[in-house]
């Protein structure tokens, strides 16, 4: 059955969402009641690739009610099996359960994070509780725990291979971390607080979506969008018309705080009130307001961890992490919050000097960085987005960039087809091959922003790789790239560049996962672990090698002159401060909000927050978290809840990685391959530390990333 997994997914200054991916096996047919449901059997395309073509949104409720109850007849079989426990009759015969539940939940969860509409939406409210008391009616089974129990105790006599010997550690850990050992009392109430955590964090996810997109800026004249491009403002006058709004123009509004178009409007007041709609979202009243929402959140997570023994939530998810305690995740994010702050304050010093030399004698505010950070850069480097972005063509990022990387460190090979139906038609789907010839996976390009996708960057799964199972990975990556009108280029940001690297690096850990049990399966690693093969991808975005095979201009096929290729790779270091303070910002917001008992919860989320900033030195006002308390999703819609810091935590081993492949040759099979066999193929089958010293020969070391982040 495999636990759910939070599976990540985001890029790399935190994008990111998280979906419920599981994997499962062969069960006995579903009912009557599926008669006709395209996903009441496995579909038979090519690696289970899903018939989007045939799920309509009626067939997914009854897949669900359908799912839950063969698994719990599947459990009951198991925890009542008369026969001593096995290996093999317990913790493999729940791997193997729950398939219908399994591939139900992975093709919506997908797609209602992807293209999502209101049946979707109503549909994710009603199961989110009952997915909750399922997992509790598994979890919380004292028959079923006391088969895994057993196990546990003789574990040593089991003669069980390393990935079996682990996976039954991980199973008990699984059932512990449930509540599998409170009194009943105890479990009632857990299983209460749980179904209000699932359907809390499903209003949130909700709320936020619907806010983002209600808080567009809307105005009145093409003057007041100068600085950006004709095509941005006649995409922003289609959208308005779209709306009902003939004549006017509607800027969206992306999931962080910055917003793109603050780099380019040229009036300032316009970029006061985009900043002002964007920070505002959630906490102004009205129907998004998730204020309510968030302290209930924090409140029930609290409980649930003082009944399980924990001190605090953040206490008892980091029990789980590489990082293991709330002293060590505190003390990086503390040591690292100063000296971030310190270069922001210098760089805002450095723009106030440019607002100045533009004859303005303002106060460099949020709503300004952007505008002016660009200006500094392009006089420090002597070049602006605009320049670089008529080299950066999403389909030669795609496949002569990422693709291309891929395959001069792993052999892999992409083949487009056009035969798979696909939920939208802007989905790319590629055939992958191994160095063999041999398929090895399907992958998806989803690369488009819609108003029904989430925001942010993410990575997900049709299908998870498992030997147990006979199961190939599909595997998708979704992004955000405004679309342009028809018949116009897409030309990417060089952070768009950066996000697709990334979000291939954890395609790439799916893709090459070479596990039995699906447990392990790809991804399904402690989420401080996550971002890093994902994070280590980006490294070739930049490697001359790549850049000169993919940075070509989308007119002229010239490649991107090396002068401009140096300033890009030089202008990294550029607006440092900022994007460690406002990452540190809204990590050290999600550790304040999990590390609190619940009786510290406080009654004022904008005041609480405004202190929790003061007092930890990151109150910069120019400078605000990447996501505010009320839009931030990572931390109240479930995946990254008190596990926001992963990102910086990875980006440890991804630092100490780079310096590990510069000193190997850099792009090349021999490097490629000890990396995939030692760590991407290996997913969770072990200790992830113990699988990044396999990899690297050591533990990793904090230099290389203070290096990267400025912070020496
Ligand atoms: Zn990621």
Redesign the pocket.
Known sequence: MSRPQML????ALGL?FSQTVIAAAETPAASAVLAGNPLATASKLPFNYPVFDQIKDEHFAPAFTEGMRIQLEEIAAIANNPKPATFDNTIVAMEKSGELLSRTQTVFYNLQGANTNDKMDAIDSEMSAKLAAHGDAIYLNPQLFARVHSLYQQRAKLKLDAEARHLLERYHKDFVRAGAQLSDADKEKLKNLNASIATLQTSFSQSVLKEANAAALIVDSRAELAGMSEAAIDAAAAAAKAKGLDGKFLVSIVNTSGQPALAELTDRNVREKLMALSLARGSHGGEFDSREIVLKIAKARAEKATLLGYANFAAYALDDQTAHDTKSVNQLLGDLAKPAVNNARKEAADLQAMVVADGATFQLGAADWAYYADKVRAQRYAFDEKQIKPYFELDNVLTKGVFFAANKLYGISFKERKDLPVYNPDVRVFDVFDANGKQLAIFMADMYARGNKQGGA??NEYSSQSKLLGRHPVVANHLNIPKPPAGEPTLLTYDEVSTAF??FG?ALHGMFSNVTYPRFSGTSVPSDF??YP?QANEMWAVWPEVLANYAKHYKTGEPMPKELLDKVIESRKFNRGFTATEYLASSLLDQRWHQLTPAQIPSDVLAFEASALKDLGVDFAPVPPRYRTTYFSHSFSGGYAAGYYAYLWSEKLTADTEVWFKQNGGLKRASGDWYRNQLLSRGGTDDAMKLFRNFRGRDAIIEPLLERRGLK
């Open positions: 990540v997914v985001a890029a990111a993410w990575m990334h979000e954890h996550v971002e994902s």
